[in-house]
């Protein structure tokens, strides 16, 4: 029996049975809802259980996904009509042992981002041939939009596109599910759309994460008073994946390296940091 949970702990996932091969899907549904990339483990849907206050998004005429009401964590992705069910690996310790087997839709992934090693590659087109199910469509080439999954909630921001950064601390895995890649704001340059139903929940001392109350699509960290990084009120940090466009910001670093599960890791030559590193640079003001 393995066992996991989300950010808050409100949920928790009890499963046997589960891959040890893991999945990665660049898709729009799966990156909205995800925050970056959708990242799947294949379980037997009757050798899993899950209590909680799980909220169920219904993402297409076959498909849906769960996640947490209280924190917004990403739970899961299943066809209604199959019998597997799709765990995140990020609710999961080390992802549950499972290594990246391969990732779907690879060319709508950004530039910036390569796994390594690389996983055995699938285009939209090789996937949907060989697929019952897919969801999802080519997304607007915005680098300054974005929204949540479904569509409920839109945002714009000002200034010309950033760098982003990657962080594999505990709350970021189980919050997405996977992967945390964010890029950086200020809340006073962005623009949401309307009035659509949010889920803040305040994650630690100073700071929350906002996620759409409708689907869970992953939308932003935000500090409010100050956090244990050295963050500012105001300060945001926009999940990549949210965007119309990823493409156009390098990734500059990845925080909490030794935090990041086993099965999986990044190609670059970027700044990697652990969590050690993390808190001492941010007690000296940011000086390394």
Request: glycine share 14%.
């Amino acid at each position: 029996m393995t066992e996991g949970r989300c950010a808050c702990g409100a949920v928790t996932v009890r499963a046997t049975g589960i891959s040890r091969q893991m999945s990665a899907c660049w898709c729009q549904p799966c990156r909205r809802f995800q925050g970056l990339v959708g990242m799947g483990l294949d379980t037997p849907a009757d050798q899993c259980t899950i209590t909680g206050p799980v909220r169920v998004w219904r993402s297409s005429d076959f498909a849906e996904r769960g996640f947490c009401g209280t924190c917004g964590s990403s739970i899961w992705f299943r066809d209604i009509a199959g019998d597997i069910i799709e765990l995140c690996p990020g609710l999961f310790h080390n992802a549950a042992g499972a290594t990246l087997h391969h990732e779907n839709f690879v060319e709508r992934r950004p530039d910036a981002i390569r796994f390594d090693p690389q996983p055995q590659q699938i285009s939209g087109a090789a996937y949907a041939a060989g697929a019952l199910v897919i969801e999802g469509s080519a997304p607007p080439r915005d680098r300054m939009a974005g929204g949540c999954a479904c569509g409920a909630v839109r945002f714009r921001l000002v200034g010309a596109p950033g760098a982003c950064g990657m962080c594999h601390c505990d709350t970021c895995r189980r919050w997405t599910g996977g992967v945390n890649c964010y890029t950086g704001a200020r809340l006073e340059d962005l623009t949401i759309e309307g009035e659509p139903e949010l889920i803040r929940w305040a994650s630690s001392p100073g700071a929350r994460r906002v996620s759409c109350a409708n689907c869970g699509g992953k939308l932003w960290y935000e500090v409010v008073t100050g956090d244990e990084t050295g963050g500012t009120a105001g300060d945001v940090e926009i999940a990549l994946g949210t965007l119309d466009d990823m493409g156009g910001r390098p990734l500059l670093s990845e925080s909490y390296v030794d935090q990041r599960p086993a099965g999986y890791a990044f190609a670059g030559d970027h700044r990697r940091r652990t969590r050690a590193e993390v808190l001492a640079e941010s007690a000296t003001g940011g000086q390394p």
